[in-house]
């Protein structure tokens, strides 16, 4: 088992393993939406020349994470701790295979696109759970977003129409 096991809850891995996208924040800046790959328990994101950006995160030690499901809603956000797997060795050789075999539109086969990442400086880093998720739905300082509105829970209700009696003998 490994670390990022003993800090992650049920929530957030069942979240993680139907995650291909995943909107991550370094330093508390904006969160970005990334693809992303779900193995071992972690998330597996690729950025640099070439694939998406993701400034910061390569170099960061802590994220933000948020995974939301198929209504579009926020499902959980939880902290991350964010390590980078370096080209070269036996994590690499293992991990970049298999994130790369999971890349839409590749250009080519996976091992070219691998040996790509690694000549071009592309950063695989794994976003592991480290601690509780965040809870409530609080609104971020500074979105501009508002709260839903209260709607009325008691309404009348109608009578359904009738276009005749129907009588028995």
């Not at 929530?11 to 992303?36: I, N, R, Y």
């Not at 902290?79 to 991990?95: I, K, N, Y």
Request: with cysteine; hydrophobic share 45%.
């Amino acid at each position: 088992m490994t670390d990022a096991a003993e800090h992650s809850t049920p929530l957030v891995d069942e979240a993680m393993k139907k995650a291909s996208v995943a909107w991550v924040a370094v330093a508390g800046g904006p969160s970005l939406a990334l693809w992303c790959v779900p193995l071992e328990g972690a998330l597996f994101v690729v950025s640099g020349p070439g694939e998406q950006a993701a400034p910061g995160l390569a170099e960061a030690d802590e994220a933000q994470v948020t995974l939301r499901g198929d209504h579009g809603g926020r499902i959980v956000t939880w902290p991350a701790r964010v390590t980078r797997v370096v080209p070269g060795t036996d994590e690499w050789d293992t991990l970049a295979p298999l994130v790369g075999a999971k890349r839409l539109n590749a250009p080519g086969p996976t091992a070219d696109l691998v040996a790509r990442w690694a000549a071009d400086g592309c950063a695989l880093v794994r976003l592991a759970a480290a601690g509780e998720p965040v809870q409530g739905g609080d609104l971020p300082a500074g979105s501009l977003a508002e709260p839903p509105r209260p709607a009325p829970v008691i309404r009348a209700t109608r009578k359904p129409f009738r276009l005749h009696r129907v009588r028995r003998r």
